[in-house]
């Protein structure tokens, strides 16, 4: 394609102009299988979406750490995830941590430039005990840290449910739509995407934003990924987690499908066209698919998690942090990031740690879990 087609790409992402299905899938097709002249070149592509990405969101860069409440106990049986009922996947579980423990826990992400503290509770929906402890919870957390972020992902929501929440201080819920709503029935049994749209619509009117996203390489069509991508792009959701399947043993989905380091670039930067403004988060799985093209995925997106996923590790902080600072972009934290580069204890050049190049995922163990706490002090799981 020639320098029109990017220029108008970004002319229309910033003017509002929706995209329309046929662009969408031009933009995702695999240029290996088009003509020269039908070919969506990867770089182009790339430089069309960090134009737009830094008009609205400069050279920042988020930084989410990831904290389980607790591990497994889910009724639920979304295929993709480890702590499903219906996942035979090798995970240590336990229950809800203390208040003190979240607490310890949200003081060490913002020390480590945590700009969002992100508390994950596994189940079907968040019931009104679970409400008030967690809007004890966030009620401390914000008296110690009243500029930093919190966000909550805790299943289904009511609408009184997420008043509360929002009362309490809370600046945003995390609930994923995964997918379109045709392709959501493959994926989950137990709740609809009617049930997400529905929290969501809670959170909204209840006044906290929103953080809402996929999940990649589920074996969707591209028709799927744009459709949830402008599904997205109508309910205005301010952060979108981009995730791409973690291929773990055990789970039900558990195998990625057409996942090239390519084609998540591409699907990233369609994310970014068609949500200019959004802070788009390259979530789970950016080291085993992107592998050594990582990087270019902090130029259509502006955020990431740091400290590995839910159940999976990820690259070291140390090698995150140096991909940033060498690139050029800025974490958006109090803390600097030279500061934190020094805490590491890394110098640069052993930063260059063997590379994650691994089909597997390596599976969290206790420690990385449960980290305010030594293995031997965790109480025995109730039956
Ligand atoms: S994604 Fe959440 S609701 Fe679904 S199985 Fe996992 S923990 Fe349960």
């Known amino acids: 394609m020639n320098q029109k087609f990017y220029d108008d790409l970004i002319h229309r992402s910033m003017t509002g102009h929706q995209l329309e299905d046929a662009l969408c899938q031009r933009i995702l097709t695999d240029s290996q299988t088009c003509l020269p002249d039908r070919q969506v070149e990867l770089l182009p592509l790339i430089n069309a979406a960090y134009t737009v990405r830094q008009h609205y969101r400069g050279k920042e860069v988020i930084i989410h750490i990831i904290n389980n409440a607790q591990n497994g106990h889910c009724q639920e049986d979304c295929h993709y995830c480890a702590q499903a009922k219906s996942s035979q996947a090798d995970i240590q579980e336990y229950g809800l941590k203390s208040d003190e423990e979240m607490l310890e826990e949200a003081r060490q992400a913002y020390a480590k430039g945590a700009f969002r503290y992100c508390m ?127 291929p773990i043993d055990g789970n039900q989905l558990s195998v990625p499908q057409g996942l090239t380091p390519e084609f998540c670039l591409k699907v990233l930067c369609l994310f970014r066209f068609l949500n200019p403004q959004a802070e788009i988060r390259i979530g789970a799985g950016r080291e085993i698919h992107l592998r050594n093209m990582e990087i270019l995925a902090l130029y259509p997106a502006n955020s990431l998690f740091l400290q590995g996923y839910l159940n999976t590790k990820g690259s070291s902080n140390a090698r995150t942090l140096q991909m940033i600072k060498d690139a050029g972009f800025e974490i958006k934290s109090d803390v600097n990031i030279d500061d934190l580069l020094v805490e590491t204890r890394q110098p640069v050049v052993s930063v260059v740690e063997p590379y994650l190049v691994s089909t597997k995922a390596a599976i969290k163990d206790l420690k990385d879990l449960r980290p305010a706490l030594v293995v031997s002090e965790v109480e025995p799981l109730k039956s």
């Open 120 to 246: 994950v509770y596994a189940g079907r929906g968040a019931l009104p005990a679970r409400i008030k402890r967690l809007s004890g919870l966030i009620r401390k957390i914000k008296e110690e840290y009243p500029c930093q972020e919190i966000c909550v992902s805790t299943g289904l929501v009511t609408p009184e449910g997420a008043l509360e929440l929002k009362k309490a201080g809370l600046d945003q819920l995390n609930h994923n739509l995964n997918t379109s709503e045709g392709f959501y029935p493959r994926i989950c049994t137990t709740h609809t995407f009617a049930d997400r749209l529905n929290t969501l619509q809670a959170a909204r009117l209840a006044g906290i934003h929103l953080c809402s996203g996929v999940i990649v390489g589920m074996g969707e069509s591209h028709n799927d990924i744009i459709e949830a991508a402008k599904r997205l792009r109508s309910l205005k959701v301010e952060s979108l987690p981009v995730n791409f399947l973690v």
